[in-house]
């Protein structure tokens, strides 16, 4: 894949997926609504399912739910109150109560739109709603029906409730009826909807099935069991039934073992569609009554066990979602944001390197050809001229630390002091035919001889006072010597010197340097460590006593300090051995070895420092 494919593939994934779906006349929700799309066939218990969740819930302190609109909430209260057989009658001009017959509500003859406010301890006011058909919309009697019914509302949908009748578990063509209809909506949300929805199948009037009890778990698959959604339909069968047969007793498991695999098709189906789902059982009443006729009604007490639990799950998978979407672009446009970044700063990268750098070649190039002509030492303008190669380097704007190009600029900057440090201000042969200038007078001549002796005192003083002496020795120079009366160049001279002394140190200070040292006069059994900055400290050592005499090479960098330890094993030592440090720097250290440098351990031990070979760098 060429550079340019996979940038084209890194930015494909943010180009916008999806366009919010233009809302449909009658469809009354915005984009950003939260709809869970309730099917379910004709008595498989939605209408009671939602009027006793309303009743269940909107006292509760965790998850209350309101409706948002009269329509609802009458809705709801009528259907609860009948089943209840509290009937409402007008009296006197007055509403009073009745008891009645207790019967449930009439099936859902039209589509209706359930709207909800839902308040929980972590999160209020959000708003819910829930499609609820009747159920002859299912039918598959009418192919092409289900999709025209529903299109409208699947670009709005953010989860699904398969309602399903435990009664018709045990039929064959009624089940597989309604089946194919559920795995026919499953086809259109897959068309319709640009995300997979969570989908849970609630088997409603699970009072009916064998070993059902409140205090089982509602919830068919458990998280421990997430690991089998995927698979063939056997293997999530058998896996499922075997965790399950930990939490359910003994009837209770073999029912839910049995239901499975009545459902098989129905889960492949729903699997293959979306992972993110579940399986409820809930009874909305606690069980049936039955009248002096024998017909049912619904029990003198209502006691609904798992009502709640499916629609709180769509709820929190729903915000789930949410937030997993809301990281996601954040992720992604943070990620676009980097990519840029990176793009950005290896192109101004790259081109310091592979563009700018030829100007910096250029002026190694002339530096170069330089020393090898004027043997190590530049004339001022000349030098001037081969600094100016550098500036126009440092001058360009790309080059920015900022942008990756510090190295090249320190590289660019220490080759200038180290240009500074080569400048020479003897006269060149031109110079020296030429005649003495009218201005260079005995004033001149005074002031030169007086800046003679000041460098030559300089250069007797430690590295770390130079500097300073140097500036105040200048600074009274021209006080004694006004400018005005001294020669133009010379003052421009002097006035150089603390910078050139300046660059001279800096470039002293990083030149490394190796010199031979013999030690005489060393006793049996001693031993001398002699270490040069931060290098590795030198043994020189007589351990055995035949030879008195050790020569060895230590290396260093510019005009690091020095420091010997000394160390007495044999017999005639008494007391702890003795102990000298040196802090003389190379300096004034390396004057004293070519006569021999005497390390004072005491009166009974001479041994000498000599320099064999080498030169430590000089400063200016």
Request: a positive charge; proline letters at 6%.
């Amino acid at each position: 894949m060429s550079p340019m494919e996979l940038i084209k593939k890194a930015f494909g994934i943010f180009k916008k997926q999806s366009v919010p779906p233009p809302k449909a006349a009658d469809a009354p929700f915005e984009h950003d609504d939260n709809v869970v799309l309730v099917f379910g066939h004709s008595n498989a218990g939605k209408t009671v399912y939602f009027s006793v969740l309303y009743e269940l819930l909107k006292g509760n302190a965790d998850f209350k739910l309101s409706p948002l609109d009269n329509e609802t909430a009458a809705n709801l209260i009528e259907n609860y109150n009948l089943m209840r057989g509290k009937l409402l009658r007008i009296r006197d001009g007055r509403q009073v109560e009745i008891e009645g017959e207790r019967k449930f509500p009439t099936m859902t003859s039209e589509t209706r739109i359930l709207k909800f406010g839902l308040d929980m301890s972590v999160r209020k006011g959000v708003k819910f709603y829930t499609v609820d058909y009747k159920g002859e919309t299912l039918s598959i009697a009418q192919p092409g029906e289900l999709r025209k019914q529903f299109s409208k509302f699947f670009p709005f949908a953010r989860a699904a409730l398969f309602f399903l009748d435990a009664s018709v578990l045990d039929t064959d063509v009624l089940l597989r009826e309604q089946i194919a209809a559920f795995q026919t909506i499953l086809h259109d949300l897959r068309d319709c909807v640009p995300k997979r929805l969570p989908v849970g199948i609630v088997i409603t009037k699970a009072d009916f099935l064998d070993g059902f009890s409140p205090a089982n778990p509602v919830e068919l698959v458990p998280s421990s069991a997430a690991v089998y959604k995927g698979r063939r339909k056997d293997s999530f069968i058998s896996g499922l039934t075997k965790i399950n047969s930990r939490r359910f007793g003994e009837v209770w498991t073999k029912t839910t073992e049995r239901i499975s695999r009545t459902l098989g098709n129905l889960v492949d189906s729903v699997s293959a569609y979306t992972l993110d789902f579940q399986v409820f059982f809930v009874s909305s009443t606690g069980g049936m009554g039955k009248t002096t006729t024998g017909d049912v009604e619904p029990p003198r007490d209502i006691t609904p066990s798992g009502v709640a639990d499916p629609l709180m799950w769509a709820f929190r998978r729903i915000m789930f979602n949410k937030r997993k979407a809301f990281w996601r672009y954040l992720v992604k446009w943070a990620f676009a944001l980097c990519l840029i970044w990176v793009v950005t700063f290896s192109l101004f990268n790259l081109y310091n390197q592979y563009k700018l750098y030829d100007a910096l070649d250029r002026a190694e190039t002339k530096l170069a050809d330089e020393l090898r002509s004027s043997n190590g030492k530049f004339a001022e303008n000349q030098a001037k001229n081969i600094k100016e190669k550098y500036s126009s380097y440092l001058e360009k704007l790309p080059v920015s630390a900022f942008l990756g190009a510090t190295p090249l600029i320190e590289f660019a900057k220490q080759r200038q002091q180290f240009i500074d440090s080569r400048i020479s201000f003897e006269k060149t042969e031109q110079e020296k035919k030429e005649p003495p200038k009218p201005n260079y007078d005995e004033k001149t001549k005074a002031a030169a001889e007086d800046f003679k002796k000041l460098k030559d005192s300089v250069a007797t003083l430690p590295a770390a006072d130079k500097q300073t002496a140097l500036e105040t020795g200048i600074a009274k120079l021209l006080q004694d010597h006004p400018k005005d009366s001294l020669d133009a160049n010379f003052v421009k001279q002097v006035q150089a010197a603390p910078a050139q002394l300046k660059a001279g140190m800096a470039a002293a200070q990083t030149q490394p340097f190796q010199i031979t040292l013999s030690l005489e006069n060393l006793r049996p059994k001693s031993k001398v460590q002699i270490q040069i900055g931060d290098d590795p400290p030198v043994d020189f050592s007589n351990l055995m006593g035949d030879n008195p005499k050790v020569e060895k090479p230590i290396s260093g960098i510019g005009n690091a300090a020095v420091k010997a330890k000394f160390f007495d094993l044999s017999p005639s030592s008494t007391g702890e051995p003795l102990l000298q440090q040196i802090d003389n720097p190379v300096e004034t250290f390396y004057p004293k070895l070519p006569e021999g440098y005497a390390l004072d351990f005491g009166k009974d031990y001479g041994i000498v420092v000599k320099l064999k070979s080498g030169t430590p760098p000089k400063l200016p």
